[in-house]
């Protein structure tokens, strides 16, 4: 089934959210492209509109080789919408849409830090996204490169908190010469 979008929509509001630049915008086109020749495989594309005006979107994409863990390629708001919550609602979309699907998955996103500001102020880790690696400077002076993770879960574990992984008291954390029988 081939599915249509108007691909300069989208392409306009990532000109507009005033952080992709040329390569980045011919990239994404060419991901739409493949999107609407085949919708969901391997691209997801999420919208949040206001009405016709397309004001976020995102493109995942299911990692190779991995059955439940996907990469956020494009993560788009238009500059317009910044001061709203439009973002926010995106990304508990991609979940909603995610676990629609499937009981758990990971989520990855590589991203300048310049991008990450475009979205809003603490969005990704009021979204429950972790911060789990960054280079200083790979994008220019003031642009890190950002790697996030997010793990989500239809029906979530009951994780076990542990304050101190070895306790003083415990004999694995006594020297083999200090335990005896």
Known sequence: MQATI????YESAAVNSSVYKG???????EILKEWEKSPGTPYTLLELRDGRTLAAFA??????????????????LDRDYRNSTAMRHLLAL???ELLKKIPFAVIRLEI???????????????AGYQLTGYISKHFGEDDDYLFYLKAIFRNPPNFI????PFSEESPSALPADDITD
């Open 59 to 76: 493109l995942l994409q299911k990692t190779a080789g991995r059955n439940f863990t996907f990469d956020i390629r494009f993560l788009v």
């Open 161 to 164: 908190h542990i304050d101190k």
């Open 94 to 96: 991609i979940d909603s």
């Open 23 to 29: 390569v980045e915008i011919d990239l994404m086109a």
């Open 112 to 126: 300048s830090s310049n991008k990450r500001d475009s979205l809003g102020e603490h969005v990704l880790e009021d």
């Open 6 to 9: 108007d691909i300069g929509e």
